[in-house]
Antibody, heavy 120, light 106 residues
Framework: EVQLVESGGGLVKPGGSLRLSCAAS????????MSWVRQAPGKGLEWVGR??????????DYAAPVKGRFTISRDDSKNTLYLQMNSLKTEDTAVYYC???????????WGQGTLVTVSS | DIQMTQSPSSLSASVGDRVTITCRAS??????LNWYQQKPGKAPKLLIY???SLQSGVPSRFSGSGSGTDFTLTISSLQPEDFATYYC????????FGQGTKLEIK
């Protein structure tokens, strides 16, 4: 069974940093392209960024609002995806989901999400 | 960046109704269009991928069509469990979502 479990959310002050983790199981993590998607309270879904598998280059892409502030990385030995968030703004407050195409189709598996609150 | 625009933003309908939600891309995305359903407090669920392919386990009352810039999601006969928010997403370059359509009970 595919499982994605996010952790690391919490309350952080504007300008601060936070690192989210996503522990994956039930599929070959090293072969999967992984993404982060966020959802601000009462708002819609927003794609944050993606990391390809190392065999496909391991490159990253980011949405414009987070480019230069957020960094996605992966540790295939630990089956874990990371999202390093720096220079956080109040508008980064959201539930952050990790998602993958492990089943062969876009974003066919999702974690339960972790809440990040940026507030003074 | 590719912008995705859904309409309507909200919709009231009754059990048994046929419902259509539309999604327009700001440029051609071929058939790289996916639809998701999200219920309150839950992660989204993939319904349709590649514009018209039904994800495994999704009821056949859901269908998708379109290519290029214009797409539709149709629910042929609404069931109580279908009241939720629906999002389209392009996976052409790289990803972006529509703003969502909230489907409510009339």
């Amino acid at each position: 069974e595919v499982q994605l479990v996010e952790s690391g959310g919490g309350l952080v002050k504007p300008g601060g940093s936070l690192r989210l983790s996503c522990a994956a199981s039930g599929f070959t993590f090293s072969n999967a392209w992984m993404s982060w998607v966020r959802q601000a309270p009462g708002k819609g879904l927003e794609w944050v960024g993606r990391i390809k598998s190392k065999t496909d280059g391991g490159t990253t892409d980011y949405a414009a609002p987070v480019k230069g502030r957020f960094t996605i990385s992966r540790d295939d030995s630990k089956n874990t995806l990371y999202l390093q968030m720096n220079s956080l703004k109040t508008e980064d407050t959201a539930v952050y989901y990790c998602t993958t195409d492990a089943g062969g189709n876009p974003f066919d598996y999702w974690g339960q999400g972790t809440l990040v609150t940026v507030s003074s | 960046d590719i912008q995705m625009t859904q309409s309507p933003s909200s919709l009231s309908a009754s059990v048994g109704d046929r419902v259509t939600i539309t999604c327009r891309a700001s440029q051609s995305i071929s058939s790289y269009l996916n639809w998701y359903q999200q219920k309150p407090g839950k992660a989204p669920k993939l319904l349709i991928y590649a514009a018209s392919s039904l994800q495994s386990g999704v009821p056949s009352r859901f269908s998708g069509s379109g290519s290029g810039t214009d797409f539709t999601l149709t629910i042929s006969s609404l069931q109580p469990e279908d009241f939720a928010t629906y999002y389209c997403q392009q996976s052409y370059s790289p990803y972006s979502f529509g703003q969502g359509t909230k489907l409510e009970i009339k």
